[in-house]
């Protein structure tokens, strides 16, 4: 007697489903191989900006846009009374702060120097020491934008009555200029690893890797994948058994 054959006759609602969740997961899984090549532009844009020349800072009111992570080199002495602690910035799973220092120019508005990383206190009332000298000086570091928050958050508004030097969470070079009573340029310059009264200078983009951006491609290609065999396991079937042949 012969063996009922499979058929493969799935319901259309099945279908459908697969279809749109499989549509789904592929446009997630290019998505993130494209972030992952725009990730390495970025990497391979600061490693190449830290070996280039320094160019001329970009207009106080701009983006830097294309400049990021470029080179540049300004002189002006440290407003030191007048420091800046960007709280919730951890390091190796530490908690702590980077450093804003406004330079003070001649030919321009002042710059914010982010003088690296410190750790935090256990108790958030002692603060760390920051302190650094006013004199003028030449200062050579990177261009970066300040950092931003998070898309749906929001940082509390400064209080103009807090002491400095003065946390602040996601400050925008507005909410520094009406804390300082003068205007400060867009963007921070991170102060070059081997220049002086530094911290912690690791500077690295504050960004997923392209590694980790190919590893979510990989698992939702892999969710299409498994998608597919769950679709076609589960309406692979026999027909149903008739009466016996006699």
């Known amino acids: 007697m012969d063996r ?10 099945a279908t459908l489903g697969t279809l749109a969740l499989g549509a789904l997961f592929l446009t997630a899984g290019t998505w993130q191989l494209d972030r992952a090549g725009e990730k390495r532009a970025i990497f ?10 320094p160019v001329p800072l970009p ?19 440290f407003d ?8 919730a910035r951890t390091r190796d799973g530490r908690a702590g702060y980077e450093v804003l220092v406004p330079l003070l120019r001649e030919d321009g508005p002042a710059v914010l120097v982010n003088r690296g990383w410190v750790p ?16 003028p000086r030449s200062v050579t570091g990177l261009l970066d934008r300040l950092p931003r ?23 925008t070079a507005a909410d520094v200029g009406a804390a300082l009573g003068y205007p400060v340029a867009q963007y921070q310059v991170l102060l070059a690893p081997a220049a002086p009264d530094g911290f912690d200078r690791t500077w690295r983009p504050a960004l997923l890797t392209p590694e980790q951006h190919l590893g979510y ?4 290609f892999a969710f299409a994948t498994a998608l597919v065999v769950l679709y ?10 008739g009466p016996p042949t006699p």
Do not use: C, I, K
């Open 217 to 220: 491609a990989f698992q939702w």
């Open 59 to 77: 207009p106080p009111d701009a983006d830097v846009g294309d400049l990021r992570y470029r080179a540049v080199r300004l002189s002006g002495r």
């Open 80 to 87: 030191a009374g007048h420091q800046v602690l960007l709280d």
């Open 149 to 171: 928050a998070a898309m749906g958050s929001a940082a509390p508004p400064p209080d103009p009555a807090a002491p400095w030097p003065r946390r602040l969470l996601f400050p």
């Open 4 to 13: 009922p054959r499979r058929t493969f006759r799935p319901p259309w609602w």
């Open 120 to 135: 935090a206190a256990g108790d958030r009332t002692r603060l760390p020491d920051v302190a650094v000298g006013g004199s």
């Open 232 to 241: 076609a396991a589960l309406n692979w079937r026999r027909p149903a058994a």
């Open 44 to 53: 391979a844009a600061f490693d190449a900006g830290a070996l280039a020349e």
